[in-house]
């Protein structure tokens, strides 16, 4: 019977590779959401890094292109106007861990794999540089503006980064393409 | 290149910004506000008075609920289904007819709509994996959200690519 029942749910899962990729997928991000909560945050480093690099680079380019711009820790602010404090929930690790969840589940070849992955960490970690350079700038032309802004931020600097990447590893993977919108089935 | 195939190709185009002005329309002037005022006017008050008095701290702004029960370090928040994360895919979906994925978005949202509710009452009730559950959620919603756009938008590159 429990034999009978495996087989049952492997051969559905076989029938439906979209629906195994989003088990996998689901999988892979829990275990990585359970190491972040019991281990990463309580750490504290890496989100510290995150962050404070984060704010830094941003402050250098900013000045490099003109406008005079500081940073403390977390803080970074364009001088004479507000700050901006980069949380943790705001350095771009989530994105980063969705990022390697879609990708490590998607299956491929390892050397092309290991280079979407970090490669496209290094670009999620640059884009959100960019969008910390966008905070600390709309602080000085739409303060007003700012939630809205920081709400759809990562529409506009993130996900395309993300999503360009994704759809460049689903062409050049060579797997059958479980995710084309013609093919996506359930069931 | 197929001359009659070029402007067929802006109909993908034309038939997405449709439907994202179409499903923008309908979020904004009848959905959204229906969905504050369930929240505001019932679940909040609801979770509110589940909660011991002066204890915990349950906040609300208009796309997510944060919960802060008393000797916590941070808070749990959990993003309403059927806003910004539910209408843009589903839009896409409709443009590129994909009915499978609007089934499953739709069944997804549903689901969570009657479960998250109910973590959130655990939450509060002092049932501690509740909150592991929520916390769980959040990665999982972020990351369905963002599949579902990414299969929406790959349909319009195939849409695009084909001349359909």
């Keep these: ?187 | 290149m197929d001359n009659k195939k070029r402007p067929r190709r802006y109909l993908i185009l034309f038939k997405v910004f449709l439907s994202l002005v179409a499903c923008s329309v309908f979020y904004l002037i009848l959905f959204r506000p229906l969905r504050v005022e369930l929240n505001t006017g019932f679940l909040v008050p609801a979770l509110i008075s589940f909660s011991e008095p002066d204890s915990d701290i349950i906040t609300f702004d208009q796309g997510s609920i944060m919960i802060k029960p008393k000797g916590y370090n941070h808070s749990y928040d959990f993003i309403i289904p059927f806003g910004v994360f539910f209408w843009v895919p589903f839009s896409i979906f409709i443009a590129v007819r994909n009915k499978d994925a609007i089934i499953f978005l739709c069944l997804y949202h549903l689901f969570l709509s009657i479960v998250l509710p109910l973590l959130a009452f655990m939450f509060i009730r002092q049932v501690q994996w509740a909150g592991i559950l929520l916390s769980l959620n959040n990665t999982l919603f972020h990351i369905l959200f963002l599949i579902a756009l990414f299969i929406g938008l790959k349909g319009i590159v195939e849409d695009w690519t084909r001349g359909r």
């Design chain 1, 1 to 187: 019977m429990h034999v009978r029942s495996v087989t049952s749910i492997r051969n559905r899962l076989n029938s439906s590779p979209a629906l195994y990729f989003l088990i996998k997928v689901g999988v892979i991000c829990i275990i990585m959401q359970l190491i972040y909560d019991f281990f990463l945050l309580p750490d504290g480093r890496l989100d510290l890094f995150l962050c404070e690099s984060g704010a830094f680079l941003a402050a250098q380019c900013l000045n490099l292109i003109g406008w005079s711009t500081d940073s403390w820790g977390r803080i970074i602010a364009v001088n004479g106007y507000k700050g901006v404090e980069i949380v943790n929930g705001c350095n771009g690790l989530t994105l980063m861990g969705i990022h390697c969840g879609f990708i490590l589940a998607y299956g491929g070849k390892t050397k092309p794999k290991l280079w979407i992955l970090f490669g496209g960490i290094f670009l999620i970690y640059l884009a959100n540089i960019i969008r910390i350079m966008g905070f600390a700038l709309i602080n000085v032309y739409l303060p007003n503006r700012w939630t809205t802004f920081h709400k759809f931020s990562a529409f506009i600097f993130l996900y395309p980064v993300m999503l360009g990447l994704w759809y460049l590893w689903t062409i050049k993977s060579d797997q059958d393409d479980i995710l084309s919108s013609s093919r996506f089935s359930l069931v």
